[in-house]
């Protein structure tokens, strides 16, 4: 089964402030995915990322930069954290179109 | 406006009964369907996935596609109280960008 890490896994920051939320993988999966989740919103699409220095837009990006540094870590990176970016970040990895989606444990990120 | 719409929002089953939950895509381009369950304070995880139209079964578990009306269900018979869960459809296209988008869930509780 894929593997995947993230960290911290709790965060609490204050408004302007700077966070990095960090994924990496074990195994060699080509995509690797940013979420959020909100009540009521289910799963929301950050950022993706289908290689090293690649990255593509999401459904909900402003506010957010990632980066994929190499084929197993990539980051998301809030410079000027807002009080709506508090939420629940998840990271996933998927290989091919028909592949599952393997999910990490998750950020809980709080911006006061 | 959500492009995966699931119903209903939460549902509540004795032990032992069926639970029927509902997805329907508003993009005509989507092919893929897939059925992610989210247990309370963990990670999604896949639970089936169908493609083509027709149904498909896995032990207690029954997901049903029809690509024409762009709907899916899955049906759970004999449920168990572990079975209580965020339950998310998910759908992709077979072309173009390969994210998948995430309805904002059924909430299953099973009773004892």
């Known amino acids: 089964e894929a593997a995947v890490t993230q960290s911290p896994r709790n965060k609490v920051t204050v408004t302007g402030g700077n966070v990095t939320l960090s994924c990496r993988q074990t195994?060699?999966?080509?995509?690797m995915y940013w979420y959020r989740q909100d009540t009521g919103h289910g799963l929301r699409l950050i950022h993706y990322?289908?290689?090293?220095?690649?990255?593509q837009i999401g459904d909900v990006p402003d506010g957010y930069k990632a980066t994929r540094t190499t084929q197993e870590d990539f980051f998301l990176l809030l410079e000027l954290a807002s009080p709506s970016q508090t939420s629940l970040y998840f990271c996933?990895?998927?290989?091919?179109?028909?592949?599952?989606?393997?999910f990490g444990p998750g950020t809980r990120l709080l911006v006061l | 406006q959500q492009k995966v719409q699931q119903s209903p929002e939460s549902l509540i089953v004795p032990e032992g009964g069926m639970a029927s939950l509902n997805c329907t895509s508003s993009?005509?381009?989507?092919?893929y369907f897939w059925w992610y369950r989210q247990h309370s304070g963990k990670s999604p995880k896949m639970l089936m996935?169908?493609?083509?139209?027709g149904e498909k079964e896995e032990g207690r578990f029954t997901v049903h596609l029809n690509k024409a009306s762009l709907h899916t269900s899955l049906h759970i018979r004999d449920s168990q109280p572990s079975d209580s869960a965020l339950y998310l459809c998910?759908?992709?296209?077979?072309?173009?960008?390969?994210?998948?988008?995430f309805g904002s869930g059924t909430q299953l509780t099973v009773m004892p």
């Open positions: 993009d005509r381009n989507v092919d």
């Open positions: 996933a990895i998927g290989g091919a179109r028909q592949d599952t989606q393997y």
């Open positions: 990322s289908y290689g090293a220095g690649n990255l």
């Open positions: 195994n060699s999966h080509n995509y």
């Open positions: 998910a759908a992709s296209k077979a072309s173009g960008s390969w994210q998948l988008i």
């Open positions: 996935s169908i493609f083509s139209n």
